[in-house]
């Protein structure tokens, strides 16, 4: 009997499983036990990728999307057996038993039941979980909350969130572990037995909410604010975009306006850019059906491009720079600041620390075609400065003609995607940035190599999550600088499926 330790999460187990698969480890020969404690970062340095590939090497196992999905959900389903239960049901899969993904299948009748209790108890989640404000004053996270979960779904669940909370911080505890945003990265960390005695919600609080002055508020605070919470002065100056719908009322059941005002633009109605002055938005209204008919027509140059809004707040379009025959393509967001002002990307602070990991991915930036999925700046004002904001989906679509241009005329060998913005624009569905990093997706013909946004250093006072977020950029220089040799293994998405 063979002992196989992990760490109670998805990963670790599809890591394990992916190994014993290909060692033909049987279910029957195998003791699945769980550490005491674990932490996920949803962002953390994925092994660099070795050298050329080795023919005789046994390759993972291809499992369905749809199968493993189905595994990933049964995962997070509390019981004694689920891992190893896990594996006898990914074990049928691989023999060919395909009856495992049925509920007329016994054993498959028991992966639907762990699929549907995990499911209705997110939804409950998501339907009772606020979130409350905290004083600017005691700096990051902005928001906190308390939720009891029957099952193991923080990890699951946390992900809804922080795809939809934008840039404001906020920590989900609960007498298992708590998770954390900080904007751009997720952490979940798991205690292995639950606190005896959970907070004290009183007369008036709420299921969802998170108590101050709590033993284990106070506790998952201070490890937060240790672990990678930004510095006070930075917290001020990122904008919150939590969602309305998500924060708990206030007594008086009136909406503090200041927060309103910050509020994700994908919870409003009206979709308009908000970078739009108020004395622009009845010309905008009334030309909305003129702008949408450019989507379907070529503009005769970028300059001339109105197949969205933003134009009309920008100063300039931005477009790419870089060598016709340049085998290496970064895309990033959106042109900043400084760039709309200058009219090249990548020239403020998030280019200059993205010349510092090409420097040091031994690359020359003259070498490389640098350009954005999004050409032209969205902002919104705060006082005197121009702050940016995340472009919409449909701005994503409107400057995918270019890309799509540019791509085609420079035909990289690899590109590398700036950001979960970039890689969405590029591949063209909302795949999330940390479930790729350190592999490639081939999209169209062309290998892409995610990796984070140089901007997010930027918002990181924590000099280990610093160096190691940078170290994850300078590895996806020299990965897609290999592919473009033909120097690299190059691991797909299909080849990592069952990991």
């Known amino acids: 009997m063979k002992s196989v330790i992990l760490d109670p999460s998805f990963a670790a187990w599809r890591t394990q499983a992916r190994t014993l698969l290909m060692e033909g480890a049987r279910p029957e020969e195998l003791l699945w036990r769980e550490s005491d404690a674990s932490a996920t970062v949803f962002g953390s340095i994925a092994p660099s990728p070795g050298g050329p590939k080795d023919p ?48 007329q299948d016994l054993e498959g009748a028991r992966l639907h039941r762990m699929i549907e209790a995990v499911e ?114 930075n917290a001020a100056e990122m904008a919150s975009h939590m969602p309305v719908r998500y924060w708990k009322s206030p007594e008086n059941a009136r909406a503090d306006p200041a927060l309103i005002s910050r509020a994700d633009p994908y919870s409003r109605r009206d979709r308009d850019p908000r970078n739009v002055p108020p004395d622009m938005e009845v010309a905008i209204n009334t030309e909305l059906e003129p702008i949408k008919g450019t989507m379907l027509t070529e503009p005769p140059s970028l300059d001339a491009c109105r197949r969205c809004a933003l134009w ?68 919104e004002a705060h006082g005197d400065e121009r702050a940016h904001l995340a472009p919409a989906q449909r701005e994503r679509e409107a400057c995918r003609y270019w890309l799509e241009e540019e791509l085609k005329r420079i035909a990289p060998k690899a590109v590398v995607a700036l950001g979960a913005t970039a890689l969405k624009a590029l591949t063209g569905h909302r795949t999330a940035l ?48 290999q592919i473009a040799d033909g120097t690299a293994t190059i691991r797909t998405p299909v080849q990592e499926r069952a990991r």
């Open 56 to 103: 005789n090497e046994k390759q993972p196992v291809k499992i369905a999307r749809e199968f493993l999905a189905m595994l990933e959900t049964a995962a997070c389903y509390r019981a004694p057996d689920r891992w190893a239960f896990l594996y006898k049901s990914l074990w049928r899969w691989t023999q060919g038993d395909r009856a495992i993904a049925s509920p």
């Open 312 to 379: 009309r707040n920008a100063t300039q379009a931005v477009p790419g720079v870089g060598p016709a025959g340049a085998r290496v393509m970064l895309v990033g967001e959106q042109p900043g600041d400084q760039e709309d002002r200058a009219g090249k990307p990548f020239v403020g602070p998030a280019g200059k620390l993205l010349d510092e990991a090409i420097a040091e991915a031994a690359l020359a930036r003259e070498s490389l075609y640098l350009t954005n999925a999004v050409k032209h700046f969205k902002w």
């Open 434 to 481: 940390s479930e790729y990093l350190g592999k490639t997706i081939e999209h169209k013909g062309h290998i892409i190599v995610p990796t984070y946004h140089p901007s997010y250093l930027l918002r990181l006072t924590n000099e280990k999550v610093r160096a190691e977020v940078f170290g994850t950029i300078v590895e996806a220089l020299v990965f897609a600088q």
């Open 120 to 233: 209705a108890e997110e939804r409950e989640m998501r339907r009772v979980l606020r979130f409350r404000h905290r004083d600017s004053s005691l700096g990051p996270p902005e928001f906190i909350s308390w939720f009891e979960p029957v099952h193991d779904l923080l990890e699951h669940a946390a992900m809804h969130f922080a795809t939809r909370m934008g840039s404001a911080t906020w920590m989900i505890a609960t007498p298992h572990g708590a998770a954390f945003w900080d904007g751009a990265l997720l952490r979940v960390d798991r205690t292995s037995e639950p606190e005896e005695k959970p907070m004290d919600f009183g007369d008036t609080a709420m299921s969802g909410e998170a108590v101050s002055g709590d033993a284990i508020e106070a506790l998952w605070l201070a490890y937060y604010e240790s672990t990678f919470a930004p510095a006070q002065a």
